[in-house]
């Protein structure tokens, strides 16, 4: 081998394997692999990737990792082109089975159920079975590991790029454009063996990569490869010599379905199977989410929103809604709502920044600061809009967030939004995140938590997060949506809530649950909300609140200053609740206005929540993706406005319809 610093240039390059395993009663089970070719200064980020990538797979902490490093000439190098990629969806199973044999018959091969057939032999072979196509003969030399195809990679065209997720589309491109290559090779199929895929492609030269979008039934973990060989047997050598070690290096390989290459050539196959339309997706995903109990529907209200409301003219207790004080009929509120229509009008007319800012919305962001505490606030027209604006505008690159894996939906938005790196830490796990602060070690941090987690009902460890924030130097964000106006002696929230002395940097809510209207804002320093201000693309490109809107808010804002006797009704209404719940063995305890009664299967929360609906009750049925699966629960929502009767009635039926 010719040594890199001789002047015939020989440039060298690197193989990298790892393969991860853990061993179980025995027997050694597969956790990961990967392989790449790369430069010599690409190995240490690489190495790094794969360690981190064995380490962390869901199918558990490997107790093996064999990691190997050879140098690789570029003159062994061979470079191919990547298959071009076309995807066909399909309805299920059969559909996509069928249009396999249809792309068989393109390349000639007549017998494709024979074919297909063989894959009852592949499920358990780590490698792929290599198959005579005219005499279904096996001709890989160990039938229970099968054949592996290995040292190939895609040509990366920016150094130093690591992919810390594992494309499986991109290695399945990789791998297929190899196949096709070796001697003898006229196609490969490919069905996912994971039971959580269902996809699996055809390729062959003349008609790409295929990708079918349904192989096999969801679950399932059948599967595996077939290469497909045709030819004189003499060459069986030479093909399984290509395969496990010609080094092989792909051009313009795409990174995901949906940036296929467009360039590439596809060549458009006619088959009288139902490809199906470009909409079909809609009603697959539809009949999915029933099959699972997850689809939703809507309820159409005929009244206000208060403690009872008119569903199809009949009469139901309400469980179910955020206006925690039950503010959103009260008389005051209403009139101030309309004395802002009368003088302003309906509609704002632009966005803060243009024409869209009136009296009122100073006026409003005046109180609201007042209200916290804090030098100044600043309106946005949802809370989720509060949250993904707020969130994006201060995640910038270079910043670490670390949130609460049962944060809000608008949270998990806005980190998705942002530059930075998200960390996801247990659920108000103090421990865990300051494991994963002193491990990241940010120079620009913030921790960002629901203030009572919208789900359960429980309450984050603030004084605990602001001691992590001082230690640390990080920013901290609240999210008091459902603790303004609830928790706290008099409804101030989670800082009155734990009297602390001073408040979190950032401090977040809506005025479309306690305050009886809709809007989101942001409490903070005068630096914080002139950032946002011109930072916060949901402030900026949206036009401003209505007038009646704002009004309204500042309206019931001053109903909760002038009337705390209404949050301390709110407080003995969730007491009593609770306590009736207990008596009748059902354990609940809250602190906030939110009484999750933990049921487990979607199904039967749903059929739970329906029987009360039946009863007059209307309570909601928490499901996923809301809630992990099999932590499907009812949430009661209590308000200021319910009656002890109304309680009583709640906490009896729901006791008779839980226990069978
Ligand atoms: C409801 C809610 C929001 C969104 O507020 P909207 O004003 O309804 O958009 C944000 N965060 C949490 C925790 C919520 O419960």
Redo the contacts with the bound molecule.
Sequence with gaps: MKNKYEGDVTIMMYSLKMRASQSKSGSSQHISGAERIINENEINLNVEAFISRAMNHSKGQPDFINLKIEAVTQDEIQYVDALPVKTVEVLNAETGQEIILKYLEQIGITNGSAIMKMFSQTYNMRGAMLLDVDTLERLEPNHERGLRATYMDAVHNSANKVEDTKNHFAEAIVLASKVINAPNIIGEICVSDDPNYVTGYVAALSIGYVRITKLKDMGSPDGGRIFLYRGDHDKVKDCINYLEHQKVLVRNVPNNPATQNKNAATKNIVTNCSIVDKNNFLMETINNLKQNNLYRTMNVIESAQDSHVAIDGHDFIMMAS?NYLGLTADSRIKVAAMDAIERYGTGSGGSRLTTGNFTLHKELEDDLSKFKHTERAILFN??????VGTISALGRSGTVIFSDEL?????IDGCRLSRAQVVIYRHNDMKDLENNIKKIAPSNGLIVT?????MDGDIANLPAIMELTKKYNLLVMV?E??STGVIGGTGHGIVEHFGLKSNPDVL?G????SLAS???YVCGSQTLIDYLCNKARSFIFSTSLAPATIAAAKAALNVLNTEPERVKRLHYNIEYFCKHLNHYGINTNTESAIVPIIIGEEERALKIASELYNKGIYISAIRYPTVAKGQARLRAAIMATHTEDDLNTVAEKINRTIKP
Excluded at 382 to 387: E, R
Excluded at 407 to 411: D, E, K, L, P
Excluded at 510 to 513: A, F
């Design positions: 955020n949802t809370g989720y809009m509060a949250n944060n809000h939906a608008s949270i629901d203030a009572v987690f919208s999210d949506a459902h977040m809506t005025l479309s649950k809709e809007g989101g």
